[in-house]
């Protein structure tokens, strides 16, 4: 048998996140407290390691 989705999803509030721009089409949010270079450098090495 399968399991029932919920049906409210509590989405992220944005405004207590800080944005941190990867590239013109990428931007993505981390807690306040968090360094942004380093976020920006655990994404793209996620990113290089996925497979094609």
């Not at 992220?12 to 990428?26: F, G, S, W």
Request: proline share 8%.
């Amino acid at each position: 048998m399968y399991e029932k989705k919920p049906s409210v999803y509590k989405s992220p509030d944005l405004n207590t996140l800080k944005a941190v721009v990867i590239d013109h089409r990428t931007t993505i949010y981390i807690a306040q407290d968090l360094d942004p270079e380093e976020a920006k450098i655990r994404y793209l090495s996620r990113i290089a390691n996925r497979k094609p």
